[in-house]
């Protein structure tokens, strides 16, 4: 997974953000930078997940952004 794609494409990645996680808030997503650390730290709020299977959840859902065209992950979300 690489990280820098969704840096690079933060914008759209928010909204993709929301679709696959419907805890995460509009509010929520203002607040958040495009570091993997503030993501996984809200999605653990939001989630009472544990950081490890945080992180492994986030690296899932960024790497379906490794092909990144016309704002579409390579495998759907």
Same mark, same amino acid.
């Given at each position: 997974? #690489?990280?820098?794609?969704?840096?690079?494409?933060?914008?759209?990645?928010?909204?993709?953000? /929301?679709?696959?996680?419907? #805890?995460?808030?509009?509010?929520?997503?203002? /607040?958040?930078?495009?570091?993997?650390?503030?993501?996984? +730290?809200?999605?653990?709020?939001?989630?009472?997940?544990?950081?490890?299977?945080?992180?492994?959840?986030?690296?899932?859902?960024?790497? /379906?952004?490794?092909?990144?065209?016309?704002?579409?992950?390579? +495998?759907?979300?």
């Amino acid at each position: 997974m #690489n990280w820098d794609i969704v840096q690079g494409n933060w914008a759209q990645m928010k909204g993709h953000l /929301k679709e696959a996680w419907g #805890n995460v808030t509009d509010d929520d997503l203002q /607040k958040l930078d495009d570091k993997k650390d503030q993501v996984s +730290g809200l999605l653990q709020e939001r989630y009472g997940w544990a950081k490890e299977d945080t992180d492994k959840k986030l690296d899932e859902w960024a790497g /379906k952004f490794n092909n990144l065209t016309d704002d579409k992950p390579a +495998g759907g979300i």
